[in-house]
Every structure is written in structure tokens, then in C-alpha cells.
């Protein structure tokens, strides 16, 4: 589902700039085992966060390669947009869920940008600090204006996921999130395929 493309680490490394720009962004999450109204089971905690543009997307940021390592850039941009939750955090390449080349935008004029996402899973706590600690992030405020929970949930009248899916999502942030519930199951097939034609069909 919405995979094709996708790039191994190893494989969008060979994109060296000064063409192409790298991306470390990531999905973080927990399981739960919270109800919605004492009744729907939530599952799972997912993040994402609100962009100083308006948009939708994943914490993270670009990798410069004074950095070091993608995974050295993206935990620098974790702790300036999480704050000190994300301090304890460690992430490698093992993380690495795939990288899309050539996404339209462009950060700056000739460039090309390739977006690699890193999926996480965390102990709740560790979730639940990173929550906590968000409002003291260096860019709270600045380019994050805050963290939010993906409704995982389809209720009988359309509203959760689909509601979720049709809001504006940064680059391909759509399609990493589509991509990653798909595959680590978080949303079961059936219900992520009813959640994607009903967000389809609903007005915006
Ligand atoms: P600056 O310090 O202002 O450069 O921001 P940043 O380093 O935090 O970069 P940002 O997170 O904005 O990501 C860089 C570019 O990647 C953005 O201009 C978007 O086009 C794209 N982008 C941002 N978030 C996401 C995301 O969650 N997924 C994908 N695929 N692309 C993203
Ligand atoms: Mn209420
Ligand atoms: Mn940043
Ligand atoms: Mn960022
Ligand atoms: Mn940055
Ligand atoms: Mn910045």
C-alpha cells in the first residue's frame, strides 16, 4: 500500500548533496489500553504534530552532515522539537522504515529532498513523558505548535481516521503514516481500507 518507491537506507544514502537534501522524521508509538468513551479500544498511541505551516507531520527535521549520521541529525531535531522527553531516546538504523526520493518540495532552489522515516515503538511511560515534556521543546511554540494522538478508531459514522486523514499533511506525511499502519498492523487491514474510502468519499 502507497510503498512503491520507497528507498532502503542504504540506498537513499547513494543521494549525496548537494542535489539532494535528507529528512529524518519519526513515528513514535505505544500500546494502550485505553477506551474512547469506555467502549472503542484505542490500541495504540500514535504522534504526530501540528507545523508552524498549518500542516501535519512527524517530529524530525533536516539531516545536515555535519551531524554526523542520519540517525544523529534526527535524534539533534527529536530533542529541539520534543524537548526533554526525547532526551533518553535512541534511535538507529535498525528504525529505518524507508526513504522517499523526490518529493516535489524543494528546501532550497535545484534541490531534491529524500524523507526517510524512523518507526519507533516506545513503553507507554516513555511515550507519556515525551508528551509532558513537549511543551518545554526549544521550538514549541516556534516551528512545532504542538503534539497530537492520530484517532486510530473508525466510528459508525465516519468520524476518527478518515475525519483524521483529510486534514493537510506535510510532503508525503500521508503516505509514511498509510505506509506504517499498514504495516506494523496497527490499524487491521479491513478497517484501514474502510477508513481510506470513507475519507475518500466524506467532504471536506
Ligand atoms: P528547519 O530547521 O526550519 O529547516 O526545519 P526542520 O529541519 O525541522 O525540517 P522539517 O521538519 O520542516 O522537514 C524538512 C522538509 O521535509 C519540510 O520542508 C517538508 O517538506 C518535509 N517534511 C516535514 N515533515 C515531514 C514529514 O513528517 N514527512 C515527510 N515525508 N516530509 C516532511
Ligand atoms: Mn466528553
Ligand atoms: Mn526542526
Ligand atoms: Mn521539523
Ligand atoms: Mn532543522
Ligand atoms: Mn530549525
Given at each position: ?25 519519526a ?42 549520521s ?58 507519556r ?68 474510502s ?7
Amino acid at each position: 500500500m502507497g510503498d512503491r518507491g520507497l528507498l532502503s537506507r542504504a540506498e537513499a544514502l547513494r543521494l549525496e548533496p548537494p542535489t539532494w537534501c535528507h529528512a529524518c522524521h519519526a513515528l513514535l508509538y505505544a500500546p494502550c489500553s485505553g477506551r474512547l468513551f469506555g467502549r472503542v479500544p484505542l490500541r495504540f498511541v500514535l504522534l504526530m504534530q501540528l507545523r508552524f505551516d498549518g500542516r501535519l507531520g512527524f517530529p524530525g527535521g533536516i539531516v545536515d552532515l555535519r551531524d554526523g549520521s542520519l540517525e544523529a541529525g534526527l535524534l539533534r531535531e527529536l530533542r529541539e522539537e520534543l524537548g526533554p522527553g526525547a532526551t533518553g531516546l535512541e534511535v538507529g538504523p535498525e528504525e529505518h522504515a524507508g526513504a522517499r526520493p523526490g518529493s516535489s518540495h524543494e528546501p532550497r532552489p535545484g534541490q531534491r529532498l529524500v524523507a526517510h522515516l524512523y518507526v519507533k515503538q516506545l513503553q507507554p511511560e516513555q511515550l507519556r513523558d515525551i508528551e509532558e515534556g513537549a511543551a518545554r521543546a526549544p521550538e514549541h511554540g516556534l516551528e512545532v505548535l504542538g503534539l497530537v494522538r492520530v484517532p486510530l478508531h473508525t466510528l459508525r459514522d465516519g468520524s476518527g481516521l478518515p475525519e483524521f486523514l483529510q486534514q493537510r499533511f506535510v510532503g508525503s506525511a500521508r503516505d509514511q503514516l498509510l505506509d506504517a499502519l499498514h504495516r506494523l498492523n496497527l490499524v487491521p487491514g479491513h478497517e484501514l481500507e474502510r477508513a481510506l474510502s470513507l475519507a475518500r468519499r466524506s467532504p471536506n
